[in-house]
């Protein structure tokens, strides 16, 4: 059994290309049955400072989920509260449409205070 690697090409990883051998026909589905809620999006940048705001029409993102069957988004885009006021601005005329989520900043971390820092931060993402 060993010898038979021995006569086998070596090829890298970024060169394996296998060819499929699974024959099945394609389904389309355009469309949920049931509502749903996408309870994980991003619609902010990937890093802090990420530039997203022209990316992509936030109007045809909306209309391209509601006509699929999505009812609700989850915001997810946790960094920082100017990241935050970012998102809110690009999802604007939106806000019935998605949930959002305040960011936990972790910059305060060594404060020996942080646990009522933070809480007093996640008052304040509440109230607004």
Not at 3 to 29: A, D, H
Not at 68 to 73: A, E, T
Not at 78 to 102: I, M, P, S, T
Not at 106 to 126: A, H, K, N, T
């Amino acid at each position: 059994m060993r010898r038979l690697w021995k006569y086998r090409k070596k090829i890298l990883y970024n060169e394996y290309e296998p060819k499929s051998q699974l024959i099945v026909g394609e389904t389309r589905i355009e469309r949920s049955r049931y509502s749903l809620i996408d309870g994980h999006a991003h619609f902010g940048g990937r890093i802090p400072g990420d530039p997203f705001e022209d990316r992509y029409d936030i109007g045809n993102t909306v209309e391209q989920l509601k006509i699929r069957g999505v009812k609700k988004c989850v915001e997810l885009t946790l960094f920082n509260r100017e990241n935050w006021e970012r998102v809110h601005e690009k999802l604007q005329g939106y806000e019935d449409y998605f949930v959002f989520c305040a960011p936990i900043d972790l910059s305060g971390m060594g404060r020996p205070d942080f646990d009522c820092w933070i809480c007093g931060e996640m008052e304040r993402y509440v109230r607004e």
